[in-house]
Nanobody
Framework: QVQLVESGGGLVQAGDSLRLSCAASGRTFSTYSMGWFRRAPGKERESVAAITKSGRGTNYAEFVKGRFTISRDNAKNTVYLQMNSLKSEDTAVYYC????????????????WGQGTQVTVSS
């Protein structure tokens, strides 16, 4: 089992950057693929980005390609989401999750979830 804690959210202006972090407990972090998901007000949760266990493979939702970058540091048990050129439509609660299926963007492939961190982008 792994516990996940997100941090780094906040209120920023459109065009700004923000980096989210997700710290995992336990010594098995490197055995999990990791993903970032988000839920905007009034909308269903959607995938944002995912990364393989080694970090060599990444996958992105179309709407964040070129703006967001997912990375991980297995020595620090942490996965990151660097978000650049933020837009008002990026406003959401962002969740990290741990799973076993490569760099899947399917939320049902993820078993463990964090509590989320709020990102608000003002226009």
């Amino acid at each position: 089992q792994v516990q996940l804690v997100e941090s780094g959210g906040g209120l920023v202006q459109a065009g700004d950057s923000l980096r989210l972090s997700c710290a995992a407990s336990g010594r098995t972090f490197s055995t999990y693929s990791m993903g970032w998901f988000r839920r905007a007000p009034g909308k269903e949760r959607e995938s944002v980005a995912a990364i393989t266990k080694s970090g060599r493979g990444t996958n992105y939702a179309e709407f964040v390609k070129g703006r967001f970058t997912i990375s991980r540091d297995n020595a620090k048990n942490t996965v990151y989401l660097q978000m650049n050129s933020l837009k008002s439509e990026d406003t959401a609660v962002y969740y990290c999750a741990a799973g076993q299926y490569w760099d899947s963007l399917n939320q049902y492939d993820y078993t463990y979830w964090g509590q989320g961190t709020q990102v608000t982008v003002s226009s």
